[in-house]
């Protein structure tokens, strides 16, 4: 249970503070003169558009990078199931020791290239969105720089 006096945040009050004040008034009209309201509401849809694109364009990342994820997991899973299988403790000797042990190496060679590539989608997926965000930040900021200047005006 939450201690109200550690825990600020007082859920009565603050639905009665809502409940008291009738916020979609200030929204009803523009308050300032020359304000293009809808405008900041095209803008910050597009921003929205710009950060839904950006998940779908992460969440694509990730479940490509899942999908590989699996695939590695089931081709270690039956190379080893593969060795354990043509294992023969009757025949092992200096020879087969050192061909398992190039095995092994090959094996960890081959999963350390997988995660690498793995690690470097997951960067490619996160680069991606935020590629996106950026360039709507960024077209973002020269709408408003644009309502600015006519206010100054």
């Known amino acids: 249970m939450i201690d109200p006096k550690s825990f600020p945040f007082d859920l009565d009050q603050m639905t009665a503070f809502f409940k008291a004040n009738d916020f979609t008034k200030v929204f009803a009209t523009p308050q300032m003169p020359n304000l293009d309201a809808d405008s900041i509401l095209a803008a910050q849809k597009k921003n929205m558009e710009a950060l839904v694109a950006a ?13 590989k994820q699996v695939q590695a997991f089931e081709a270690t899973l039956a190379e080893a199931q593969k060795q354990i299988s043509d294992f023969d403790p009757s025949k092992v000797d200096a020879n087969s020791v050192a061909a ?18 793995l690690a470097e989608g997951a960067q490619k997926a996160n680069a991606d969105a935020l590629v996106v965000v950026s360039a709507s930040i960024q077209e973002s900021a020269n709408e408003f720089q644009k309502m600015a200047k006519k206010f100054t005006k």
């Open 55 to 67: 998940n779908k364009a992460a969440a694509a990342g990730y479940q490509d990078l899942f999908a």
């Open 100 to 117: 398992q042990g190039k095995v092994a190496k090959a094996a960890f060679d081959k999963a350390l290239s997988e995660m690498t590539a």
